[in-house]
């Protein structure tokens, strides 16, 4: 079993940038892909961001160019740095764990998730 704790987020102006992380306990985090999601108030939650166990990663078409996720396996931690951002990008971002060595999109693959840490975007 994993826990997943994120941190780092906050209020930013459009166009400027924000690193949300999460950190990994309880289990080896190098053995699992991880994703990024985020929940818009009144909308689903959406995948962002996917590292698989191997370190290739991908997007979302709405963050690809602006985003980019990483893992430092050495101190089980997950991190999403977030550039040129956009009011739209106003969510709460959770952090998830997947018992394999392939992230997906699927937000039903996750086996593990964090609480959230919301990022808001002002225009």
């Known amino acids: 079993q994993v826990q997943l704790v994120e941190s780092g987020g906050g209020v930013v102006q459009a166009g400027g940038s924000l690193r949300v992380s999460c950190a990994a306990s309880g289990s080896i985090f190098s053995t699992y892909a991880m994703g990024w999601f985020r929940q818009a108030p009144g909308k689903e939650r959406e995948f962002v961001a996917g590292i698989h166990t191997f370190g290739s990663t991908y997007y979302a078409d709405s963050v690809k160019g602006r985003f980019t996720i990483s893992r430092d396996n050495a101190k089980n931690m997950l991190s999403l740095q977030m550039n040129s951002l956009k009011p739209e990008d106003t969510a709460a971002y959770y952090c998830?764990?997947?018992?394999?060595?392939?992230?997906?999109?699927?937000?039903?693959?996750?086996?593990?998730w964090g609480q959230g840490t919301q990022v808001t975007v002002s225009s």
């Open positions: 998830a764990a997947r018992r394999s060595l392939v992230a997906t999109s699927r937000e039903r693959d996750y086996d593990y």
